[in-house]
């Protein structure tokens, strides 16, 4: 009996004719235990036969070279489309290897692949142990970064802090600046304030310095400055200075 044929991707079988590589192709595959199959290229036309197997149905195709059959693994239906046969075409143009050759063969390609696993963990461990180290020293910059903030009068000193790349942190840092910054005018705002009355003073003819009170004159810095953090305290602290050195 004369099996089907498959010439070039194309089924021709009960004098239907249709594409292997489509879902009336797969049908088919289901339906058929062996075809001919023969390849676009140079390649010899070669037997393709289904084989029951343990967990299912396998196709295998089938050579005979030198008087021995040579046999290459095709796989499911699912997997047999006609790229795939063209493949196993290329393949069965390679003579059989013998047991012997195929055993060194099988240990070769297990060392080389036991090699190549040793490299790759090489590998991967040393990129870990980068990484690693790229961690600690983004830990200590953050640890050097927390201890060095509180002590930092000037906005100058910032520079001298190790660099860090973290956006969340440098929008901290900034809003800190700011926040320096901000302290630096107040402070600026009251020695000024204090220099006024210390002149104010000092051209009056009176024997006796009149200060104003300190609740008026924080009033007053508060009007001013409206976001200012100085106290009733703070203010009183400079009047009783001044007192002092008057």
């Not at 797969?26 to 036309?45: G, H």
């Not at 693994?73 to 143009?93: D, H, P, V, W």
């Not at 006796?208 to 924080?218: I, Y």
């Amino acid at each position: 009996m004369t099996i089907p044929s498959v010439v070039q991707g194309t089924v021709e079988f009960a004098g239907k004719i249709f594409e292997l590589d489509s879902p009336r192709g797969a049908t088919w595959l289901e339906s058929v235990t062996s075809f001919r199959f023969e390849p676009a290229t140079a390649n010899k036309p070669y037997t393709v036969r289904k084989e029951a197997g343990k967990s299912g149905d396998y196709w295998y195709g089938y050579r005979k070279m030198s008087g021995r059959l040579h046999k290459k693994y095709i796989g499911r239906s699912s997997e047999l489309n006609t790229a795939k046969l063209e493949e196993i075409a290329e393949a069965l143009n390679t003579p059989p290897q013998s047991r012997v050759t195929g055993k060194v063969t099988e240990v070769t390609d297990t060392t080389n692949q036991g090699v190549t696993d040793r490299v790759t963990d090489t590998v991967t461990i040393e990129e870990f142990t980068a990484l690693k180290s790229q961690v600690q020293s983004l830990q200590e910059s953050l640890e050097a970064l927390l201890v060095g903030l509180p002590g930092k009068s000037d906005a100058g000193d910032f520079e001298e802090l190790p660099a860090v790349t973290d956006s969340k942190l440098q929008i901290e840092i900034g809003n800190l600046r700011d926040e320096n910054e901000a302290l630096r005018a107040e402070l600026a705002e009251i020695r000024s304030q204090l220099a006024t009355v210390q002149a104010t003073a000092s051209a009056t003819a009176s024997p006796e310095l009149k200060l104003p009170e300190a609740s008026d004159m924080l009033n007053k810095l508060k009007a001013k400055r409206k976001k200012s953090s100085a106290s009733l305290a703070d203010v009183e602290a400079i009047l009783e200075m001044i007192e002092k050195s008057w």
